[in-house]
């Protein structure tokens, strides 16, 4: 089964942008995934394809227009999950980018300017609205981008090996453990002994020991869902910034 990526966006020529080259891009000539963009000026009903106007009470920016919004998204069916970039939304995760991986693929609509008219997702609720994360970007292509990444990466046969995409950070709630490679000793500083060891077990002790107490320092966040105890943030651990608009 191929999986079908759709972008509603005013800039489809940021697309397939850096998912055209690596795994992602040699997945494309596969065929193991496809992309088509849908351009939202195409659904304006005005000469001058107006797709946003000035927002309801005042204010700075433009609002993206629900009329034309809900053609666009109409356009692409209903076959496949439907998620709006937008802060307003709920951060993605790792878990939910594994099951939009497992399904027939995904169509993305792109925020840009102040955002969505929220009637939209009034009158389309199957839409889900996500979010990357807290950070500030000028639009949703970027973060389209990274979600598509996301899911390309763990479809089958684009990694080498299988456990690629099982190792890692937040597949089991917790960082990944620190990655050490040649040369043994570097700037005084040398790879860990146990890694050297050759006995799998205490590798794999050392590699579970580290993930938590990296998540514990770095992440309390993450720590406190993972074993349900409350942890006080290290200072500088982690910094959040206001979201806007992606």
Not at 27 to 55: I, K, S
Not at 139 to 145: D, F, I, K, Q, S
Request: proline share 7%; aromatic share 6%.
């Amino acid at each position: 089964m191929t999986f079908a990526a759709t972008v509603i966006t005013l800039y489809p020529e940021m697309f397939p942008g850096p998912l055209g080259v690596s795994l992602a891009g040699r997945a494309l000539e596969r065929g193991d995934w496809n992309l088509q963009t849908v351009q939202l000026r195409d659904f304006a009903t005005d000469r001058h394809r107006t797709v946003d106007d000035t927002p309801a009470g005042g204010g700075a920016g433009m609002v993206l227009k629900a009329d034309v919004l809900a053609a666009a998204v109409d356009s692409v069916g209903s076959d496949r999950p439907v998620l709006a970039m937008t802060p307003r939304g709920r951060p993605l995760d790792q878990a939910r980018v594994r099951s939009l991986a497992a399904g027939p693929g995904v169509a993305i609509l792109c925020g840009r300017f102040e955002g969505f008219d929220e009637r939209l997702f009034e009158a389309r609720p199957h839409i889900e609205q996500v979010s990357l994360g807290d950070i500030v970007l000028s639009g949703g292509e970027p973060a389209a981008l990274a979600l598509l990444d996301a899911c390309i990466r763990l479809l089958p046969g684009v990694m080498g090996a299988p456990l690629s995409g099982a190792e890692e950070s937040f597949e089991d709630g917790l960082l990944e453990y620190p990655q050490f490679t040649r040369p043994q000793e570097w700037e005084g500083r040398t790879i860990p002994e146990v890694l050297r060891s050759g006995d799998h077990a205490k590798i794999a002790a050392w590699r579970k020991a580290r993930s938590e107490h990296d998540t514990r320092l770095r992440r309390p966040d993450l720590w406190e869902r993972h074993s349900g105890a409350r942890v006080q943030p290290a200072s500088g651990a982690r910094h959040e910034t206001k979201e806007t608009d992606q």
